[in-house]
């Protein structure tokens, strides 16, 4: 932490910015450690050990907030802090005000944070990626390769602190796995991602996983394309979790006031069917990203974003919050000490309902069933909602997978498919969380999607 510890290094920093006409101002410290290793035939292809430090400062100067941020605690850093903010606070011209928050009546205490992490070494983490590689070419002689295997784990802490006496801190780890094995038979290749991510070690069976993820690569062998028209679709657990988190930003307040989301005027109005309900959790048991506050000291809670189809409320940082004249949602993301504030969910998932995977193909009777899709980034549009995408997955005849397809097309629009949920499976599952966000869904039975395929 260069020469100087965290309190001694704040007093000198609070000090400074006072000294140079800062109002109110806030620190924002981070330290962690990050692993990753990717190995490929039994050696090590990636290995990755990163011990992050740094400490993000705010303020604000002439009524204008200013960002700055270091990753040494020195003298120089002090003075460097303050002038940087000072400089960005008078470019900035966005009419909006933004403030330091004097704190929440109270926190919630949630423990995001597993000792027994600590102990599994470097070693060990590669050790069970090697187990997962060779697990996956042991399964089945039809496994060829492994086009991916990889295991990750971090652990972070966060504190906040600011001018007007609020100290938070909150600590999280977390380790997750992914394989991608490839698999051949008469010449064609297919493969398919799984992955697990844990903070809880009798969850993490690397062997399980390797044998899921062959499963899962062998079910699309013979897979051919279905007619070009309109199906009814399954969309499984893990394709649902990643619509959602694509389309997750038309419920931030900032782009809907920006006009970057159709969700303009329609909180408290019916945006989605019976079944669906979406919820933001920050406080969840286990939750990859739980926190019980906001990258603005907000504290979190539970809400229903979606409940039964209406919009109960849009993602508030404080800032979106003044304008619109409601409470901050505690959704202020700040993804590391650099960043300065913005919106994001927290873990954001689709409620569950009664069903079995197997029992909603049976209401479905005839249709798809979509496991994978790609192009999410290039041919999804978060402000349309227009989205066309390559995917792959089952034909269901009478209720039972009859056959795998690929090279198809789906196409639709994400708020009408809000609105074309029949049915909402049981099976809950998160994808990996990305940044300060982790995306969960179950199995959603939709009335009708495009797909584009063979055409007669």
């Not at 101002?25 to 330290?31: L, Q, V």
């Not at 941020?69 to 008078?90: G, P, Q, S």
């Not at 062959?214 to 619509?243: C, H, Q, W």
């Not at 930003?249 to 989301?261: C, H, P, Y």
Request: proline content about 2%.
């Amino acid at each position: 932490m260069g020469n100087m510890n965290f309190t001694e290094f704040k007093e000198k920093l609070f000090d400074a910015a006072r000294k140079k006409g800062f109002t109110d101002f806030e620190i924002f410290y981070t330290s962690g450690e990050n692993f990753g290793v990717t190995v490929y035939r039994g050696e090590i292809d990636n290995y990755s050990v990163n011990a992050t430090r740094g400490l993000g400062f705010r303020g604000i100067f002439e009524g204008k907030m200013g960002y700055s941020y270091t990753e040494i605690l020195d003298d120089e850093a002090v003075d460097l802090l303050v002038e940087n903010a000072k400089v960005n606070a008078t470019i900035i011209d966005d009419e909006d005000k933004e403030e330091i928050f004097a704190g929440s009546e109270k926190y919630s205490n949630i423990n995001c944070y597993n000792e027994e992490l600590d102990d599994i070494s470097a070693d060990r983490k590669i050790e069970l990626a090697m187990e997962m590689e060779k697990t996956a070419l042991e399964e089945d002689k039809r496994v060829k390769d492994v086009r991916h295997c990889s295991v990750h784990s971090f652990a972070v802490n966060v504190s906040l602190v600011n001018s007007k006496g609020l100290e938070l801190s909150h600590r999280t780890n977390a380790i997750y796995a992914m394989l991608s094995p490839v698999v051949e038979e008469n010449g064609k290749t297919n493969t398919a991602m799984e992955f697990i991510a844990t903070r809880n070690l009798r969850d993490f069976n690397v062997h399980n996983l390797a044998k899921e993820a062959v499963r899962k690569s062998l079910s699309f062998i013979g897979a051919k394309p279905v007619r070009t028209g309109k199906y009814m679709v399954i969309l499984n657990n893990e394709t649902a979790s990643d619509i959602l988190e694509t389309y997750s930003s038309i419920f931030s307040a900032e782009r809907v006031q920006k006009g970057m989301s159709l969700l303009k005027d329609k909180t408290g109005k019916m945006v989605g069917s019976k079944a669906l309900t979406i919820i933001d959790d920050p406080l969840m048991e286990n939750g990859m990203v739980s926190a019980p506050f906001d990258g603005e000291g907000v504290a979190c809670y539970k809400k229903e974003v979606i409940k039964e189809g209406q919009l109960v409320t849009l993602l508030y940082n404080l800032k979106a919050a003044a304008k619109d004249g409601v409470k901050s949602t505690g959704n202020a993301s700040r993804p590391s000490y650099a960043s300065t504030i913005d919106i994001a969910p927290s873990n954001f998932y689709i409620k569950p309902g009664e069903l079995e995977l197997e029992a909603l193909c049976q209401k479905m009777h005839n249709g798809l069933l979509i496991t994978e899709v790609q192009g999410l980034h290039s041919g999804a549009n978060t402000i349309s909602g227009d989205f066309s995408l390559a995917a792959k997955g089952f034909e269901i005849v009478n209720g039972k997978i009859s056959r795998p397809v690929e090279q198809i097309t789906i196409a639709g629009n994400f708020y009408k498919m809000m609105e074309d949920v029949i049915e909402v499976g049981k099976d809950l599952r998160f994808g990996v969380p990305s940044g300060v966000s982790s995306f969960g869904s179950p199995a959603l039975l939709i009335r009708e999607l495009s797909v584009a395929g063979l055409n007669d």
